[in-house]
């Protein structure tokens, strides 16, 4: 079996991609670090975003980083193995931030300073994009506002810039979408779904 394995800072919304796409109940919290040892589950994603395509996924959820040195430290065997062990790694991030050092420091230590990176297919995840200024949602689409919209391009282009010197990532492996709107889930599936017909 395949294994999907997310990772992000705390709060980026990995367990709610998870819950949403995987139709889970995993817990998730907006005050505090909630994730704390790696979750796991095997099954298939949710049929109305899968376009047709089913495969059976060992999915692994993990702590966020960027919690606190200590919390980093537990966390770090667990985040290593899953990282070392994925045939594809979701990488999730705020799209409400421009702060990326964190992720950049963590993916790191994660590669043993860019030494060993994964022959994994690498997906990035704008999520929480209905947050992003003016946070206008356009709740009759369910789509971004025209505003939010005309930001899309410039924050992939941030997070391909910030990211692809520490991970093999291409834009348009990027991902905006929103997890509590169920926006943009379908182009995330098929990035994903992608793993089957790209050469790794
Ligand atoms: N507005 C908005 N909120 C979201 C979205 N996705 C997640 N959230 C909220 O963000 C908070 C954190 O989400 P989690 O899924 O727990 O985040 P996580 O990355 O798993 O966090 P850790 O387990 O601490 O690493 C929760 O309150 C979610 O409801 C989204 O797309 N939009
Ligand atoms: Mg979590």
Redesign the pocket.
């Known amino acids: 079996m395949l294994t999907l394995a997310i990772f992000?800072?705390?709060?980026?919304?990995?367990?709610?991609?998870s819950n949403v796409l995987f139709e889970l109940k995993w817990r998730?919290?907006?005050a505090v670090?909630?994730?704390q040892t790696v979750s796991e589950h095997s099954g298939t994603i949710a049929a109305s975003f899968n376009q047709g395509k089913f495969p059976k996924w060992r999915l692994l959820?993990t702590?966020?980083v960027g919690?606190s040195e200590e919390a980093d430290e537990v966390h770090f065997r667990q985040l290593y193995n899953s990282f070392h062990s994925a045939n594809v790694i979701l990488w999730?991030v705020q799209a409400d931030t421009r702060a990326f050092r964190e992720d950049q420091e963590s993916i790191l230590r994660l590669t043993d300073n860019s030494q060993k990176i994964p022959k994994a297919h690498f997906v990035m995840a704008i999520?929480?994009?209905?947050?992003v200024h003016p946070e206008n949602w356009d709740m009759a689409n369910n789509a971004p506002s025209s505003e939010q919209f005309s930001l899309i391009p410039e924050k992939i282009n941030l997070v391909h810039k910030r990211f692809s010197p520490y991970i093999p990532i291409q834009t348009q492996h990027i991902i905006p979408?929103?997890?509590?709107?169920g926006y943009g889930l379908s182009n995330l599936v098929n990035v994903i779904n992608n793993y089957y017909t790209v050469e790794v």
Do not use: H, Y
Request: aromatic share 0%; net charge negative.
């Open positions: 992000g800072q705390t709060g980026a919304g990995k367990t709610s991609l998730t919290d907006d670090a909630c994730t959820d702590p966020g919690e999730v999520n929480q994009i209905d947050k979408c929103s997890a509590m709107r």
